[in-house]
Protein backbone atom coordinates (compact mmCIF):
# COMPACT_ATOMS: atom_id res chain seq x y z
CA UNK A 1 0.00 0.00 0.00
CA UNK A 2 1.65 3.45 -0.97
CA UNK A 3 1.78 6.33 1.27
CA UNK A 4 -0.83 7.96 -0.38
CA UNK A 5 -3.55 5.31 0.34
CA UNK A 6 -2.42 5.26 3.90
CA UNK A 7 -3.03 8.66 4.12
CA UNK A 8 -6.78 8.05 2.69
CA UNK A 9 -7.24 5.61 5.18
CA UNK A 10 -7.54 7.93 7.99
CA UNK A 11 -10.27 9.63 6.22
CA UNK A 12 -12.46 5.96 5.74
CA UNK A 13 -14.22 6.00 9.50
CA UNK A 14 -14.97 9.91 9.82
CA UNK A 15 -18.57 10.75 10.85
CA UNK A 16 -19.50 13.80 8.47
CA UNK A 17 -23.29 14.58 9.94
CA UNK A 18 -21.01 15.02 13.56
CA UNK A 19 -18.50 17.66 12.17
CA UNK A 20 -21.76 19.06 10.31
CA UNK A 21 -23.33 19.54 13.57
CA UNK A 22 -20.57 21.62 15.01
CA UNK A 23 -20.51 23.68 12.30
CA UNK A 24 -21.74 27.56 12.89
CA UNK A 25 -24.36 29.10 10.44
CA UNK A 26 -21.99 30.93 8.71
CA UNK A 27 -20.17 28.07 7.63
CA UNK A 28 -22.79 26.16 7.07
CA UNK A 29 -23.83 28.55 4.12
CA UNK A 30 -19.66 29.39 3.16
CA UNK A 31 -19.39 25.26 2.29
CA UNK A 32 -22.75 25.45 0.59
CA UNK A 33 -21.39 28.04 -1.96
CA UNK A 34 -17.99 26.21 -2.34
CA UNK A 35 -20.21 22.90 -3.20
CA UNK A 36 -21.82 24.59 -5.75
CA UNK A 37 -20.06 23.81 -9.20
CA UNK A 38 -19.90 27.11 -11.59
CA UNK A 39 -18.23 27.98 -14.91
CA UNK A 40 -17.48 31.20 -15.60
CA UNK A 41 -15.78 30.61 -18.81
CA UNK A 42 -18.46 28.53 -20.25
CA UNK A 43 -19.98 30.82 -22.49
CA UNK A 44 -22.90 28.35 -23.41
CA UNK A 45 -24.71 28.97 -19.86
CA UNK A 46 -26.63 31.40 -19.20
CA UNK A 47 -25.21 34.73 -17.02
CA UNK A 48 -27.22 33.22 -13.62
CA UNK A 49 -25.10 30.03 -13.70
CA UNK A 50 -21.82 31.10 -14.75
CA UNK A 51 -21.08 32.53 -10.79
CA UNK A 52 -22.83 32.43 -7.34
CA UNK A 53 -25.45 34.48 -6.64
CA UNK A 54 -23.44 37.18 -4.14
CA UNK A 55 -26.36 39.51 -3.88
CA UNK A 56 -27.09 40.38 -0.19
CA UNK A 57 -29.69 42.95 -1.04
CA UNK A 58 -33.46 42.84 -1.15
CA UNK A 59 -35.07 43.18 -4.38
CA UNK A 60 -36.11 46.94 -4.79
CA UNK A 61 -39.70 45.80 -7.43
CA UNK A 62 -39.92 45.43 -10.92
CA UNK A 63 -38.08 46.99 -13.31
CA UNK A 64 -38.87 50.53 -14.28
CA UNK A 65 -37.17 50.80 -17.87
CA UNK A 66 -37.94 54.86 -18.05
CA UNK A 67 -37.22 55.30 -14.57
CA UNK A 68 -33.41 53.71 -15.70
CA UNK A 69 -33.34 55.55 -18.42
CA UNK A 70 -33.66 59.02 -16.36
CA UNK A 71 -31.47 58.17 -13.99
CA UNK A 72 -28.38 57.09 -16.54
CA UNK A 73 -28.91 60.32 -18.23
CA UNK A 74 -28.81 62.70 -14.94
CA UNK A 75 -25.46 60.47 -14.28
CA UNK A 76 -24.03 61.17 -17.46
CA UNK A 77 -24.76 64.75 -16.99
CA UNK A 78 -23.05 64.98 -13.78
CA UNK A 79 -20.19 63.58 -14.72
CA UNK A 80 -17.50 66.47 -15.42
CA UNK A 81 -15.76 66.35 -18.44
CA UNK A 82 -12.42 65.55 -18.72
CA UNK A 83 -10.10 68.19 -20.17
CA UNK A 84 -7.94 67.64 -23.73
CA UNK A 85 -4.49 67.51 -23.25
CA UNK A 86 -4.02 70.02 -25.94
CA UNK A 87 -6.79 72.82 -26.03
CA UNK A 88 -8.19 73.51 -29.58
CA UNK A 89 -8.24 76.98 -30.60
CA UNK A 90 -9.00 76.82 -34.49
CA UNK A 91 -5.66 77.68 -35.73
CA UNK A 92 -4.31 76.65 -38.52
CA UNK A 93 -1.03 75.42 -38.75
CA UNK A 94 1.18 75.05 -41.63
CA UNK A 95 1.02 76.22 -45.33
CA UNK A 96 -1.95 74.94 -47.78
CA UNK A 97 -0.32 73.00 -50.73
CA UNK A 98 -0.48 74.75 -54.15
CA UNK A 99 0.41 72.68 -57.14
CA UNK A 100 3.39 73.63 -59.38
CA UNK A 101 2.76 74.79 -62.90
CA UNK A 102 4.15 72.25 -64.89
CA UNK A 103 5.66 74.11 -68.23
CA UNK A 104 4.65 71.72 -71.24
CA UNK A 105 7.87 70.82 -73.40
CA UNK A 106 8.43 72.52 -76.93
CA UNK A 107 8.01 68.78 -78.31
CA UNK A 108 4.29 68.58 -76.67
CA UNK A 109 3.20 71.80 -77.42
CA UNK A 110 0.70 71.86 -80.29
CA UNK A 111 -0.03 74.81 -82.52
CA UNK A 112 -3.86 74.87 -84.22
CA UNK A 113 -5.53 77.01 -86.76
CA UNK A 114 -6.60 80.57 -84.90
CA UNK A 115 -10.36 79.17 -85.62
CA UNK A 116 -10.08 75.97 -84.09
CA UNK A 117 -8.02 77.76 -81.09
CA UNK A 118 -11.08 80.49 -80.89
CA UNK A 119 -13.75 76.85 -80.79
CA UNK A 120 -11.90 74.80 -78.26
CA UNK A 121 -11.25 78.15 -76.29
CA UNK A 122 -15.30 79.17 -76.27
CA UNK A 123 -16.21 75.19 -75.93
CA UNK A 124 -18.04 73.98 -72.77
CA UNK A 125 -17.66 70.72 -70.57
CA UNK A 126 -20.26 68.97 -73.04
CA UNK A 127 -19.24 69.83 -76.24
CA UNK A 128 -15.62 68.91 -74.76
CA UNK A 129 -16.61 65.66 -73.65
CA UNK A 130 -17.84 64.91 -77.55
CA UNK A 131 -14.99 65.99 -79.01
CA UNK A 132 -12.87 63.53 -76.55
CA UNK A 133 -15.60 60.82 -77.46
CA UNK A 134 -15.24 61.23 -81.11
CA UNK A 135 -11.55 61.30 -81.02
CA UNK A 136 -11.49 57.68 -79.23
CA UNK A 137 -10.27 58.88 -75.94
CA UNK A 138 -12.42 56.97 -74.07
CA UNK A 139 -10.32 56.66 -70.92
CA UNK A 140 -11.67 60.16 -69.90
CA UNK A 141 -15.27 59.62 -69.63
CA UNK A 142 -17.52 56.92 -68.82
CA UNK A 143 -19.13 54.19 -70.82
CA UNK A 144 -22.47 55.98 -70.98
CA UNK A 145 -20.94 59.21 -72.34
CA UNK A 146 -19.05 57.08 -74.97
CA UNK A 147 -21.40 55.19 -76.13
CA UNK A 148 -23.73 58.48 -75.97
CA UNK A 149 -21.54 60.80 -77.73
CA UNK A 150 -21.09 58.34 -80.52
CA UNK A 151 -24.34 56.92 -81.07
CA UNK A 152 -25.84 60.34 -80.82
CA UNK A 153 -26.17 63.09 -83.65
CA UNK A 154 -26.56 65.72 -80.83
CA UNK A 155 -24.53 67.07 -78.13
CA UNK A 156 -25.82 65.02 -75.07
CA UNK A 157 -23.41 65.19 -72.48
CA UNK A 158 -23.99 67.39 -69.53
CA UNK A 159 -21.47 66.37 -67.41
CA UNK A 160 -18.46 66.89 -68.75
CA UNK A 161 -15.09 64.85 -68.86
CA UNK A 162 -14.83 63.47 -65.27
CA UNK A 163 -12.44 60.68 -64.54
CA UNK A 164 -14.88 59.81 -61.41
CA UNK A 165 -17.47 57.15 -62.91
CA UNK A 166 -20.76 58.04 -61.77
CA UNK A 167 -23.86 56.01 -61.51
CA UNK A 168 -26.50 56.30 -63.72
CA UNK A 169 -29.33 58.00 -62.96
CA UNK A 170 -32.81 55.72 -63.70
CA UNK A 171 -36.31 57.56 -63.15
CA UNK A 172 -37.99 55.69 -60.27
CA UNK A 173 -40.16 53.53 -61.59
CA UNK A 174 -43.88 53.88 -59.46
CA UNK A 175 -45.79 50.73 -57.85
CA UNK A 176 -48.27 48.70 -60.00
CA UNK A 177 -51.84 49.89 -58.82
CA UNK A 178 -53.84 47.56 -57.13
CA UNK A 179 -56.31 44.92 -59.00
CA UNK A 180 -59.30 46.63 -59.16
CA UNK A 181 -61.38 43.26 -60.38
CA UNK A 182 -64.34 42.73 -58.09
CA UNK A 183 -64.44 38.99 -57.42
CA UNK A 184 -67.64 38.55 -56.92
CA UNK A 185 -69.34 40.32 -59.73
CA UNK A 186 -66.17 38.65 -61.68
CA UNK A 187 -68.07 35.02 -59.91
CA UNK A 188 -71.77 36.22 -61.27
CA UNK A 189 -70.62 36.98 -64.39
CA UNK A 190 -68.69 33.95 -65.21
CA UNK A 191 -72.11 31.67 -63.49
CA UNK A 192 -74.53 33.55 -65.73
CA UNK A 193 -71.95 32.96 -69.39
CA UNK A 194 -71.96 36.69 -69.71
CA UNK A 195 -70.53 36.87 -73.53
CA UNK A 196 -68.44 40.06 -72.01
CA UNK A 197 -66.21 38.66 -70.03
CA UNK A 198 -63.79 36.98 -71.58
CA UNK A 199 -60.83 37.32 -69.56
CA UNK A 200 -60.45 36.91 -65.31
CA UNK A 201 -57.74 38.42 -64.14
CA UNK A 202 -57.25 38.29 -60.42
CA UNK A 203 -53.39 38.71 -60.43
CA UNK A 204 -51.91 40.25 -56.76
CA UNK A 205 -54.78 39.36 -55.15
CA UNK A 206 -53.66 37.64 -52.36
CA UNK A 207 -56.78 37.93 -49.85
CA UNK A 208 -58.95 35.79 -51.81
CA UNK A 209 -60.85 33.10 -50.02
CA UNK A 210 -60.61 29.40 -51.12
CA UNK A 211 -64.11 28.53 -51.38
CA UNK A 212 -64.48 31.71 -53.96
CA UNK A 213 -61.64 30.46 -56.09
CA UNK A 214 -63.33 27.05 -55.96
CA UNK A 215 -66.17 28.23 -56.98
CA UNK A 216 -65.27 30.05 -59.37
CA UNK A 217 -63.38 27.17 -60.58
CA UNK A 218 -66.71 25.41 -60.82
CA UNK A 219 -68.07 28.08 -62.37
CA UNK A 220 -65.72 28.05 -65.12
CA UNK A 221 -66.80 24.61 -66.13
CA UNK A 222 -69.91 25.72 -68.36
CA UNK A 223 -68.60 29.17 -69.00
CA UNK A 224 -68.11 29.23 -72.86
CA UNK A 225 -67.24 33.04 -73.50
CA UNK A 226 -63.99 33.01 -70.93
CA UNK A 227 -60.86 33.08 -72.90
CA UNK A 228 -57.93 33.65 -71.01
CA UNK A 229 -57.97 32.64 -66.82
CA UNK A 230 -55.09 34.22 -64.57
CA UNK A 231 -54.52 33.58 -61.00
CA UNK A 232 -50.99 34.81 -60.74
CA UNK A 233 -49.87 35.34 -56.60
CA UNK A 234 -53.04 34.63 -54.92
CA UNK A 235 -51.20 32.62 -52.32
CA UNK A 236 -53.12 29.46 -54.21
CA UNK A 237 -52.20 25.67 -53.46
CA UNK A 238 -53.32 22.44 -54.18
CA UNK A 239 -56.97 22.63 -52.87
CA UNK A 240 -57.18 24.92 -55.88
CA UNK A 241 -54.99 23.30 -58.42
CA UNK A 242 -57.12 20.46 -58.02
CA UNK A 243 -60.24 22.84 -58.68
CA UNK A 244 -58.07 24.05 -61.70
CA UNK A 245 -57.67 20.60 -63.06
CA UNK A 246 -61.30 19.64 -62.86
CA UNK A 247 -62.49 22.62 -64.38
CA UNK A 248 -59.95 22.10 -67.55
CA UNK A 249 -61.25 18.20 -67.84
CA UNK A 250 -65.02 20.10 -68.61
CA UNK A 251 -63.94 23.52 -70.09
CA UNK A 252 -63.85 23.79 -73.73
CA UNK A 253 -63.88 27.15 -74.56
CA UNK A 254 -60.38 28.45 -72.44
CA UNK A 255 -57.49 29.17 -74.44
CA UNK A 256 -54.74 30.74 -71.75
CA UNK A 257 -54.11 29.44 -68.03
CA UNK A 258 -51.86 31.17 -65.85
CA UNK A 259 -51.26 29.80 -62.23
CA UNK A 260 -47.69 31.01 -62.11
CA UNK A 261 -46.02 32.53 -58.31
CA UNK A 262 -48.39 30.63 -56.05
CA UNK A 263 -47.67 27.99 -52.99
CA UNK A 264 -48.62 24.76 -56.05
CA UNK A 265 -46.87 21.88 -54.74
CA UNK A 266 -45.60 18.88 -57.41
CA UNK A 267 -48.62 17.61 -56.09
CA UNK A 268 -51.03 19.68 -57.53
CA UNK A 269 -49.12 20.38 -60.87
CA UNK A 270 -49.29 16.68 -61.44
CA UNK A 271 -52.86 17.14 -61.10
CA UNK A 272 -53.21 20.12 -63.66
CA UNK A 273 -50.89 18.26 -66.13
CA UNK A 274 -52.92 15.05 -66.47
CA UNK A 275 -56.07 17.54 -66.96
CA UNK A 276 -54.13 19.49 -69.79
CA UNK A 277 -54.30 15.97 -71.91
CA UNK A 278 -57.96 16.15 -71.76
CA UNK A 279 -58.14 19.57 -72.58
CA UNK A 280 -58.06 20.10 -76.89
CA UNK A 281 -58.55 23.82 -76.85
CA UNK A 282 -55.98 25.55 -74.70
CA UNK A 283 -52.90 26.79 -76.08
CA UNK A 284 -51.06 28.73 -73.31
CA UNK A 285 -49.89 27.27 -70.12
CA UNK A 286 -48.02 29.18 -67.56
CA UNK A 287 -46.57 27.52 -64.25
CA UNK A 288 -43.65 28.60 -63.55
CA UNK A 289 -42.41 30.13 -59.82
CA UNK A 290 -44.34 28.09 -57.49
CA UNK A 291 -42.91 28.64 -53.74
CA UNK A 292 -41.27 24.83 -54.31
CA UNK A 293 -39.50 23.29 -57.12
CA UNK A 294 -41.83 20.65 -58.15
CA UNK A 295 -38.96 18.02 -58.77
CA UNK A 296 -37.62 15.83 -61.82
CA UNK A 297 -40.74 13.89 -62.14
CA UNK A 298 -42.90 16.84 -62.66
CA UNK A 299 -40.84 17.95 -65.30
CA UNK A 300 -40.43 14.57 -67.26
CA UNK A 301 -44.27 14.99 -67.03
CA UNK A 302 -44.23 18.81 -68.37
CA UNK A 303 -42.37 17.52 -71.70
CA UNK A 304 -44.64 14.55 -71.81
CA UNK A 305 -47.93 16.73 -71.95
CA UNK A 306 -46.26 18.71 -74.30
CA UNK A 307 -45.38 16.46 -76.65
CA UNK A 308 -48.88 15.09 -76.32
CA UNK A 309 -50.56 18.09 -76.28
CA UNK A 310 -50.06 20.05 -80.13
CA UNK A 311 -52.65 22.26 -79.48
CA UNK A 312 -50.08 24.18 -76.57
CA UNK A 313 -48.22 26.36 -78.54
CA UNK A 314 -47.15 28.71 -75.48
CA UNK A 315 -45.72 26.68 -72.16
CA UNK A 316 -44.04 29.17 -69.17
CA UNK A 317 -41.44 27.17 -67.24
CA UNK A 318 -38.07 27.48 -66.54
CA UNK A 319 -37.08 23.99 -66.50
CA UNK A 320 -33.92 22.59 -64.34
CA UNK A 321 -32.64 19.54 -65.88
CA UNK A 322 -31.61 19.07 -70.00
CA UNK A 323 -33.27 16.28 -70.69
CA UNK A 324 -37.07 17.91 -70.18
CA UNK A 325 -36.13 20.72 -71.61
CA UNK A 326 -34.67 19.49 -74.54
CA UNK A 327 -37.95 17.29 -74.92
CA UNK A 328 -39.86 20.36 -75.01
CA UNK A 329 -38.30 22.78 -77.00
CA UNK A 330 -38.57 20.26 -79.75
CA UNK A 331 -42.40 19.85 -78.49
CA UNK A 332 -42.74 23.77 -78.90
CA UNK A 333 -41.17 23.96 -81.91
CA UNK A 334 -43.20 21.12 -83.62
CA UNK A 335 -46.36 22.81 -82.38
CA UNK A 336 -45.67 26.08 -83.55
CA UNK A 337 -45.14 24.68 -86.48
CA UNK A 338 -48.21 22.55 -87.27
CA UNK A 339 -50.49 26.01 -86.10
CA UNK A 340 -48.36 27.84 -88.40
CA UNK A 341 -49.52 25.08 -91.48
CA UNK A 342 -53.28 25.34 -90.14
CA UNK A 343 -53.25 29.05 -90.64
CA UNK A 344 -52.25 28.72 -94.28
CA UNK A 345 -54.79 26.01 -94.72
Known amino acids: ?16 DEIL ?11 DCELQEMDPENMLLPAGLRQRDQTKKSPTGPLDREALLQYLEQQALEVKERDDLVPFTGEKKGKPYIQPKREIPVEEQVTLEPELEEALANATDAEMCDIAAIL ?3 TLMSNKQYYDAICSGEICNTEGISS ?21 EILKSVRSNDKEVEEVNLNNIQDIPIPMLTELCEAMKTNTHVRSFSLVATRSGDPIANAVADMLRENRSLQSLNIESNFISSTGLMAVLKAVRENATLTELRVDNQRQWPGDAVEMEMATVLEQCPSIVRFGYHFTQQGP ?10 NNELRRQQKKR
Do not use: C, F, H
Request: charge should be negative; charged fraction near 35%; hydrophobic fraction near 25%.
Open 325 to 334: RARAAQAMTR
Open 136 to 138: GMY
Open 164 to 184: VVQPDKYKPVPDEPPNPTNIE
Open 1 to 16: MSSYQKELEKYRDIDE
Open 21 to 31: KTLSPEELEQL
